[in-house]
């Protein structure tokens, strides 16, 4: 099982950044997929998921309205649109594998890949 993330940066204050976390050696379809920061200092946090079919959504108060998670089974890869970046974005962003994305992140998640580093700053 691998999940791999990538599209992390350094972007300003009030941009933009798209996350992609593809999914290798599993049934990618069988699984929610859930997104996890951690910031310096902080323990890890749920941020948003998506559930199997991509019809259940789920996003923590932080960033509700800024970030849009969105899957393609085709692709074996869920995407996370980050938009109106704050500095307190900042962190390590990796993705988790979980039972299902029910209106929270309780998943519960069994297995997460490296993350990739979102930085905003000036």
């Known amino acids: 099982v691998q999940l791999q993330a990538s599209g992390g940066g350094l972007v300003q204050p009030g941009g933009s950044l798209t996350l992609s976390c593809e999914g290798i050696?599993?049934?990618?379809?069988?699984?929610?997929i859930g997104w996890f920061r951690q910031r310096p200092g902080k323990e890890r946090e749920g941020v948003s998921c998506v559930s199997s079919n991509g019809g259940s959504t789920y996003y923590s108060d932080s960033v509700k309205g800024r970030f849009t998670i969105s899957r393609d089974n085709a692709k074996n890869t869920v995407y996370l649109q980050m938009s109106n970046l704050k500095p307190e974005d900042t962190a390590v962003y990796s993705c988790?594998?979980?039972?299902?994305?029910?209106?929270?992140?309780?998943?519960?998640?069994?297995?997460w890949g490296q993350g990739t580093q979102v930085t905003v700053s000036s």
């Open positions: 050696d599993f049934t990618f379809d069988d699984w929610g």
């Open positions: 988790g594998r979980g039972w299902e994305c029910l209106g929270n992140m309780d998943g519960p998640y069994d297995f």
